[in-house]
């Protein structure tokens, strides 16, 4: 993403000090966002409702690659919770999305 | 004095201890197996090697059990055909998410990132493409 001037986001409903120790622990390299009691995951439709520990409302996992024009031009979204787009796959829809021309 | 109990069968029971024992470990090594995977997206979403671990632990189990009449070996196979049916309300009743539909366009939004700064979707988007990648959690 960083070559095509972009980069990565990741959301979750978690609050500001799980973002940090999720984000040192796993040694992220992008920017981990919380989204914690606000209506964003509403505004995405990826709100699950009483889907935390807690009981809390927690985002669907989803992978969403956005063009520059806030375009969503390919989505993945889980429907179990162990679903995830796999990285070979997001690799691809940018590629094809995004190609970096060379030189 | 007392009478040994008479077989109701001229030949005893077949004993399958090894099967019986073979259909535990396959039992344990089921969500371990899972668990060993889940960096693999593709057997992180299916499942593959818990669900085969799991078959085997099943065919392994109840067709030990089917003559051999110790109470144990019954008491295990019928375990196992417990955890296989939690394995499948689990795989397609719990896990199972409510169905989503992101919109067509990204709404824009403000969010702190990990060290309070916040983050505007539209200026990140003036620079290039954004990946947006949501998670449930931190665990």
Redesign the interface.
Request: overall charge neutral; aromatic content about 2%; cysteine-free.
């Given at each position: 993403?960083r070559a095509?001037?972009?980069?990565?986001?990741?959301?979750?409903?978690?609050d500001?000090e799980?973002?940090?120790?999720?984000?040192a622990e796993e040694e992220l390299p992008f920017?981990?966002?919380?989204?914690a009691g606000?209506p964003?995951?509403d505004?995405?439709?990826?709100a699950?409702p009483e889907?935390?520990?807690e009981g809390e409302t927690?985002?669907?996992?989803?992978?969403?690659?956005?063009?520059?024009?806030?375009?969503?031009?390919w989505?993945h979204?889980?429907?179990?919770?162990?679903?995830?787009?796999?990285?070979l796959r997001?690799l691809a829809a940018?590629d094809e999305?995004?190609p970096v021309r060379g030189p | 004095m007392t009478v040994p109990p008479t077989p109701s069968a001229s030949r005893p029971p077949p004993r399958r201890t090894t099967r019986i024992v073979f259909s535990l470990v396959a039992l344990i090594l089921a969500p371990l197996s899972w668990w060993w995977s889940i960096d693999d997206p593709y057997l992180r979403a299916s499942g593959a090697t818990a669900w085969m671990m799991l078959a085997a632990a099943l065919f392994l189990g109840l067709s030990a059990a089917w003559r051999d009449h110790r109470r144990w070996v019954r008491a295990v196979a019928g375990l196992e055909l417990l955890c296989g049916v939690l394995f499948l309300w689990a795989f397609f009743g719990w896990a199972v998410l409510p169905a989503a539909a992101p919109p067509p366009r990204a709404p824009d939004f403000t969010l702190p990132d990990q060290d309070g700064h916040p983050v505007t979707l539209s200026s990140e988007l003036r620079a290039g493409p954004q990946l947006l990648v949501f998670f449930r959690g931190h665990w």
């Open positions: 993403m095509r001037g972009g980069g990565i986001l990741a959301i979750s409903a978690d500001l799980e973002a940090r120790s999720l984000r920017r981990v966002l919380s989204a606000l964003l995951l505004d995405y439709g990826l699950h889907g935390g520990l927690i985002a669907i996992p989803a992978e969403l690659l956005v063009a520059p024009d806030g375009a969503i031009v989505q979204v889980a429907g179990r919770i162990t679903d995830r787009a796999p990285p997001i940018i999305h995004f | -």
